[in-house]
Antibody
Framework: QVQLVESGGGVVQPGGSLRLSCAAS????????MHWVRQAPGKGLEWVAF????????YYADSVKGRFTISRDNSKNTLYLQMNSLRPEDTAVYYC?????????????WGKGTTVTVSS | EIVLTQSPATLSLSPGERATLSCRAS??????LAWYQQKPGQAPRLLIY???NRATGIPARFSGSGSGTDFTLTISSLEPEDFAVYYC?????????FGQGTRLDIK
């Protein structure tokens, strides 16, 4: 079945770095754009980043631009989010999500999320 | 950046009742609006796309309407599993942002 599984979350000090991964299965990963969306504790959803199916274009929320980098390895069916210069306000559950083919920039398949905590 | 405002923040209803949730955009998003459902400890699920189209496997009791700046998600007769948080999301303008959510509680 179609599945996304995130990993790489953890506790990191302010200013530190972390790389999240998202392993995809059950669909042709290389044919779809992919998103990262985060949710701070008790808060709503915040779109973070998007990468096109072939990695040719990448887009970021202003809140993470210059600090986070989205990338993908289509040979490994894996999406990444490199997070640098982390701040306490980056604390959240990070979800990877597949772009919806009938309406680009909606998300039709989501992982269960991985938790990132930025704290000293 | 387009701001989506959802109302009410919390809606308390009983099973079998009709739920009406609102999402208002700060400028027109045409019909490029989706609705998601999120249950505690779970990832969001796409319910409605392009304002009124149900996603695959979504029950017919869920319907969406609206265009421009005003949108509505209607659940015709609430089932126990429908009590959750609902988010709207627009894809008309970059970035593709979400509303702050409406919590649907059991009365």
């Amino acid at each position: 079945q179609v599945q996304l599984v995130e990993s790489g979350g953890g506790v990191v000090q302010p200013g530190g770095s972390l790389r999240l991964s998202c392993a995809a299965s059950g669909f042709t990963f290389s044919s779809y754009g992919m998103h990262w969306v985060r949710q701070a504790p008790g808060k709503g959803l915040e779109w973070v980043a998007f990468i096109r199916y072939d990695g040719s274009n990448k887009y970021y929320a202003d809140s993470v631009k210059g600090r986070f980098t989205i990338s993908r390895d289509n040979s490994k069916n894996t999406l990444y989010l490199q997070m640098n210069s982390l701040r306490p306000e980056d604390t959240a559950v990070y979800y990877c999500a597949k772009d919806f083919p009938k309406g680009n920039y909606y998300m039709d398949v989501w992982g269960k999320g991985t938790t990132v905590t930025v704290s000293s | 950046e387009i701001v989506l405002t959802q109302s009410p923040a919390t809606l308390s209803l009983s099973p079998g009742e009709r739920a009406t949730l609102s999402c208002r955009a700060s400028q027109s998003v045409s019909s490029y609006l989706a609705w998601y459902q999120q249950k505690p400890g779970q990832a969001p699920r796409l319910l409605i796309y392009d304002a009124s189209n149900r996603a695959t496997g979504i029950p017919a009791r869920f319907s969406g309407s609206g265009s421009g700046t005003d949108f509505t998600l209607t659940i015709s007769s609430l089932e126990p599993e429908d009590f959750a948080v609902y988010y709207c999301q627009q894809r008309s303008n970059w970035p593709p942002g979400f509303g702050q959510g409406t919590r649907l509680d059991i009365k």
